[in-house]
């Protein structure tokens, strides 16, 4: 039987919540009478800010107490970001649906450069992400690159309050929380990759609950989880997670896929860069196939 009310866990933070209502009112569009809650909770990913995530576990901390409430049953789905869900779920969950992506570009901000060009020898850029790191060096070896944790406005605070010359977030992020006009210049393909599943909204739920599973799916955008699904799929081939800095996009044509990825080393801004096309029904071997060409260009030797 099919359930009167939808409850979602989601994170606190303001973009979290942004995203759970986006749902939540999409669902309720989608099925009228249907009654949608938020279940807000704390994650150990938002609560221990002084540490690089990559040295705490990575990303999935972000997952897990919301996974624990689908298990305890205080909850019937969770939303994240995607770049944020592990390449391989933990066993019992599905991703029943994705949403449409946004701009999937890395966003420069700065209150006083124009662009990652301008910056002055030894600038100060702020980002705890890896993926980020690594091409900031290949394109400026001289700047100086700092960790930067925190929710959205944390971070352009501590931008403001002068600690960082220049921050690198998401555009998506941004945009969703009505600051687009904090996006100072672009960071985009093919000269600069995104997370792979960058910019994309996913709704994890367990996979155990077939009416709950029909009631999302109708949200799930086909063209988006085709792409990201490539994307992924090379992650997953190269061991990827919050620890290694993997970039991938892959965008849809009229003759199928085409996607690129790349691995980088932060310490020294060597970037290794692979890309290939395949059929709109291959995604996820033309995912390994960018994996295991990137693999045979040496990036096994940053992927730990």
Known sequence: MSPSTLRIATRKSALALWQAE???????????????????????????????????????????????????????????????????????????????????????VSNHYADLATLPPGARVGTSSLRRQAQLRALRPDLQLRDLRGNVGTRLGKLDAGDYDAIVLACAGLERLGL???????????DWLPAPGQAAIAIEARDNHPAVLALLAVLDDADTRLTVSAERAMNQALGGSCTVPIGAWCVRGEHGLHLQGLVGDPASGRVVRAEASGSADGAKALGERVAKTLLDQGAGAWLG
């Open 22 to 108: 986006h749902v939540a009112a999409l669902l309720r569009a989608a099925h009228p009478g249907l009654g949608v809650e938020l279940v807000p909770l704390s994650t150990r990913g938002d609560e221990i800010l002084d540490q690089p995530l990559a040295t705490i576990g990575g990303k999935g901390l972000f997952l897990k107490e919301l996974e624990v409430a689908m298990l305890e049953g205080r909850a019937e789905l969770a939303v994240h970001s995607l770049k944020d869900v592990p390449a391989q779920l933990e066993s019992g969950f599905a991703l029943p649906a994705i949403l449409p992506r946004a701009d999937a570009a890395d966003a420069f």
């Open 180 to 190: 687009a006009t904090r996006i100072t210049s672009r960071l985009a393909a093919p």
